[in-house]
């Protein structure tokens, strides 16, 4: 390899790595949210290193250790739903991440108003809407754009 070579390979962007929570206790919400957003969501977006976790302690303790870009939750999961837990960080954290919850059906977004989401998305799952919102939070947090705090 020429030097003009080596050069030029290390002084491409770095890109960067997202790393997305998602929380369901089902096994088959958690793999369609990762289905549908992939690996790597957008062209201008680094890759997504997926968390999955099965109960609401994982979620938590997943973003108490930092560094988590975005937290996908699913507003059916039972027993700790993800609407009470996107309300608690919400309240609880000084810089919490992005969230986007999954709601059983569009009526229901006034919930996600309460929990103060970032994001909703209706089951059944829409990949292209599912892509659309959590690139959109991705971006916003890459930007250090402020997210949704809890009025006190």
């Known amino acids: 390899m020429s030097d003009s070579h080596a050069a030029a390979a290390t002084t491409e962007p770095e890109v960067r790595t997202h790393s997305v929570i998602v929380y369901s206790d089902d096994a088959a919400v958690r793999d369609q949210v990762r289905t549908a957003l992939g690996r790597r969501p957008a062209p201008d977006l680094g890759r997504i290193d997926w968390v999955e976790c099965a109960t609401g302690e994982q979620v938590v303790r997943a973003v108490d250790e930092g560094d988590v870009d975005l937290v996908v939750l699913d507003g059916e ?73 809890a009025l006190h």
Do not use: F, N, Y
Request: contains cysteine; aromatic residues 4%.
């Open 77 to 149: 999961a039972w027993p700790t739903g993800g609407l009470g837990l996107a309300k608690q960080m919400k309240d609880e954290l000084r810089d919490c991440p992005p969230v986007l919850v999954l709601i059983a059906r569009r009526a229901d977004a006034w919930l996600a108003t309460w929990s103060q989401a970032d994001g909703v998305v209706a089951h059944p799952i829409d990949a292209p809407e599912l892509t659309t919102v959590a690139t959109g939070l991705l971006r916003q947090r890459e930007a250090g754009e402020p997210v949704r705090r």
